[in-house]
């Protein structure tokens, strides 16, 4: 069901800056505001973003959000092997009257 | 520091109800602004909502679910539950219980407190 898409793969490199992607609609993205998630496999997501750009206490500044018409961002500046999990973009859906989550990008630091 | 902890069978039978609570503790479930949710994760996919509670009993569901769906809410207790009944194979899935404010229909919920999530697999 995911409404929102997202690369499913990203790779950089230690220190470099890398951006994922989260493309939705008019009824999604374009009406509400984005929230990003971060994911280590086997555990529980955690906020990294919210109200598309704002970043939870304790979430490095390294992390910025960023939103533009049906379209979001989230950059990773400073790309650290810490980084090297998966990444999920969630908005709510006027239409559908639900949270959409995207298909969840996996970066990987080379 | 808010904590949530999913409770309940790991294994369910097809076609039966899976129930699910999860407990607060560290905060309370009736503080004003906070609504309650329910996310689930299939093995190796992505993340789909369940839906949300808040304590006065207001829900919010995902229109795909919710003819099946129950979320309920006891605040003397501390917890908040799913049932989802008629499962089936494609309900197997790690459950995740997590707070948000904001409520679903306003703006997009951020969940910013989840419990460790819980494997529950439909099967015979």
């Known amino acids: 069901q995911s409404m929102l898409t997202q690369p499913p793969s990203a790779s950089g490199t230690p220190g470099q800056r890398v951006t994922i992607s989260c493309s939705g609609s008019?009824?999604?993205?374009?009406?509400?505001?984005v929230n990003w998630y971060q994911q280590v496999p086997g555990t529980a997501p955690k906020l990294l973003i919210s109200?598309?750009?704002q970043r939870p206490s304790g979430v490095p500044d390294r992390f910025s959000g960023s939103k533009s018409g049906t379209s979001a961002s989230l950059a990773i500046s400073g790309l650290q092997s810490e980084d090297e999990t998966d990444y999920y973009c969630?908005?709510?859906?006027?239409?559908?009257?639900?949270?959409?989550f995207g298909g969840g990008t996996k970066l990987t630091v080379l | 520091q808010l904590q949530l902890q999913e409770s309940g069978p790991r294994l369910v039978k097809p076609s039966e109800t899976l129930s699910l609570t999860c407990t607060v503790s560290?905060?309370?479930?009736?503080?004003?602004?906070?609504?309650w949710g329910w996310i689930r994760q299939p093995p190796g996919k992505g993340l789909e909502w369940i839906g949300s509670?808040?304590?006065?009993?207001?829900?919010y569901y995902n229109p795909s679910l919710k003819s099946r769906v129950t979320i309920s809410v006891d605040t003397s207790k501390k917890h908040f539950s799913l049932r989802l009944s008629s499962v089936t194979a494609a309900d197997t899935a790690v459950y995740y219980c997590?707070?948000?404010?904001?409520?679903?229909?306003?703006?997009?919920?951020?969940?910013?407190?989840w419990g460790q999530g819980t494997l529950v697999t439909v099967s015979s």
């Open positions: 969630a908005a709510w859906d006027d239409s559908l009257n639900v949270v959409v």
């Open positions: 008019s009824s999604n993205i374009g009406s509400n505001t």
């Open positions: 509670i808040y304590y006065s009993g207001s829900t």
């Open positions: 997590a707070r948000h404010i904001t409520p679903p229909v306003l703006d997009t919920p951020p969940f910013d407190y």
């Open positions: 109200g598309n750009n």
């Open positions: 560290g905060g309370s479930i009736s503080s004003s602004g906070y609504y």
